[in-house]
């Protein structure tokens, strides 16, 4: 062996060395890493047992109260409140409800029948002094049930601070309750399937209307995401144009699973978690382009259809709904290779540098002479 | 372990229970409805000493890790003026230096602060960083200042990020939306060098006029003096620009009425001479298209050109419109401050050519790498 070569390799084995000394325990790189102790350990679980059943209690009230309150103050299909706020005045509560007003009466079609409910709500009322609040905090929830013979959709905004006006004219679209108002109460699966996460792709927002900050900001971004292959594996290998990542990307759901223990035991049928939608946020409107791009007919047909989604989707579209998610994914985000193979672009750079190497080291083999 | 499994299982009976008695379907008929609400309560109630229980055992245990590391690490109090500081107890003479010095040169008026008094500094400097563990008054807020050798390798550069916590830790002084408190930076205490290059630098007539000695155009470069006689604000910006300043000025506070008729000219109809009238009429704007810092520089400034006593003038004005604070402040005319703020940039105007920057540098180490291994070549060799 060279000389040279073993300084080398004596100057890498004492690298080696060094980085083991640092890191091997007992070292100080344990300071870095975070365990859990049993205290911590015993303290999650505690919590979350009791934000858990403390959620249901609060949500079974305002359920009761607010549906109450929905039938029997709706006027035209609309009913609207909010605590006591110095802050609204009566010119900014009439604004509000001309806004979602006229929304609800421009939509077509329409269930008579439906009430929505927009309602902003104290997030102590309805719970217990001195009990850990629940979890869901100030998100935005959506509440959806018959009440004295009337169906009902509530969206309903959790407040700790008197509201104001700027705040209920940001309030100002039905969101979640959109399709409800439109076409009623949904079959028996899809209503299943939006409470295991369809509800984040029934927001009332079309991908014209999404906000230009938001689309530049998403351009500036590979794909208009963040870090797409840190998504879910659905969406990730939706992106990358898989069908069956595509299907059960849909099937699934865009909410993530945190609180569905909450939705399965209380009368909440959705929590907006914010903007943690999968495909950019761009998802929140997917069921909304779904419409667009088949009809309300058809779209009613699969709303109301009591099969499971999947069936219902292809026998209301005649598609799979993997098929449909994957050429829209494919429009609107672009395409995302997966997989851990370097890309092509990669591989032949790598192919001519080790060409070009090869060369010259053969150019220099034949040029040597012995002396 | 056993109250961990005890807890696990209590947790899973709850759940399992409440999933048998509720469907997961939508209306509220139908979840959970055979559960009053009462004996809900009474199921919280009987979670809530476990919840408790596992939080007290969790902050004792908190606390005994505190305790066992206090006194772990030998420390020192360095208390000058107003100041507490905490470090290391080789650190002392050398954390009292930076602080007095830094003290002395830009914070001297600054014993009534308010806010000053309910900080305690914590400083690292030249030394392995390490937990400090110390008993601090609750009420007081512990702002840390760790220095790597790295990242800070002069005394200078360890006063500069003194001056930045010290200048933070003031910020509470004044009211939010007072003029005082949106002049002031969290962004730390600006350097009169880089000042002078964020006026050189930006592309805006008022900057340049300003470095020609117009002193009212200083003082547009820092959204003050629109109304003044001889303003020249069509020169100083760029009609966008002035659009953007009117509709900056709307979203950010009150002084103009949405509704207003110049408003909606220059907001709607894009009507520039309604845009200068309505800059005309405000003391001050909330934006202009120069740094922010600009602003914090030139208060503080007054503070020091006020000498002592000048941060409690600014105390005593906290809520007053910014041009009577910098007079009150600094104790000059502000046609007086603008000329000393222009001086002040001027003066400080670095001495530096354009050149390769780093890369000549990195060039020069890069051919001396290459040379090294060429030498080593048979063909090359010396010798």
Redesign the interface.
Known sequence: MAA?LKYWLIALVAAWGAAAAWLLPPSRFDRFIRTD???????R??????Q???G??VS??W??SL?ALAVRTAVDGLALAHPHSANVTPEGFDEWRELLSSRLQSLEPRDPDMVVGVFFQNDRHGA?DG??LPRFGARPQT?????EGSPYCLVVYPKRYPVSNSELRSAGRLETCLMHAKYGEPGAAV??WL?SGGFAFARDVRLAEFDEFHLRRARMLPFGMFRPVEADVATTGCVAGKLPACTAAFVAGGMSRSFL?L?????I?YVHEGAFSPFSRKSDALLAELEAAYGPELFARFWQSDSDVESAFRAAFGEESGAWLRDWVQTEIGSYRSGPMPSGGAILLAMLILTALSAATCVIAMRRRVA | ?S??LQ??V??LV??TS??VV?P?????????PDIT?EQ??R???A??P??E???A??E??IQALREAERGSVPLDTVQFGPLRVVTLQGNVDRTRALFEDTWNESFSGLEVSPSLARHLFTFQWRARVQRLAFAADPNQQVVAIQLSRARVPTADRAKAEIRDALSRSVLADFPSGSPMSAWLTARGYPRSVDMYRLVALANVGATRQCLSGDAGACGAALGIGFGDPGAEISAWFEPHQRLEMVQRAVASRDHLETDDALVRSCIDLNDIAACDSLLARLDWVSWVPVSDRLRAHALWLAVSVGGSGAWGRALERADAPIVDVLEHVSGLSIQEFLTVWREELIRNRPDARAGFGGRGSRVLAWSLIFMAFAM?STRWRLA
């Open positions: 040279s102790l049993p205290e911590d350990v015993r303290y679980e505690a919590t979350v047992e009791l858990l059943a403390h249901i209690l079974r009230r359920a009761d549906s217990l009990v850990l509440y959806v049930g018959t009440r209503t299943a409470e223990p939705i399965e035991q209380s009368p049928a | 372990m109250s961990i807890s696990g209590r947790g709850f759940v409440l999933c509720a997961t379907t939508a209306s509220a008929e139908q979840s959970t609400d809900f309560i199921r919280i109630e979670l809530v476990e919840y229980s596992a939080r055992a969790r004792a245990r080593r």
